[in-house]
């Protein structure tokens, strides 16, 4: 497949709702979106976890008092910092 194909492939599942984009540093990553999810993204190998928005309820209330900014639904937020191998 031409890759132009693949990015196109991509948007439309993006906007479809079946994959969600990553932005973090480097390259875009692509993931299945399931239930709601935040990201955290290793600086180091660029490893992407995700974690339930339902374990970040706590953060997400506290920055919306303190910022005004409401994560979408999907789960926005996204933490930088090395992942467990990486801090090693
Ligand atoms: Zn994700
Ligand atoms: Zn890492």
Redesign the pocket.
């Known amino acids: 497949m031409h890759l132009t194909t693949v990015y196109r492939a991509l948007i439309a599942l993006t906007e479809a709702g079946v994959v969600h984009a990553v932005h973090g540093p480097g390259p875009t990553r692509y993931g299945l979106t399931g239930e709601p999810h935040h990201h955290t993204f290793?600086q180091?190998?660029g490893?992407v976890t995700a974690i339930a928005n339902e374990h970040l309820t706590e953060t997400v209330r506290r920055l919306a008092e303190l910022t005004g900014l409401q994560p979408d639904s999907a789960g926005s937020l996204l933490a930088y910092g090395?992942?467990e191998?990486?801090s090693a």
Do not use: F, I
Request: proline share 0%; glycine share 12%.
């Open positions: 290793c180091q190998c490893q090395r992942c191998g990486c």
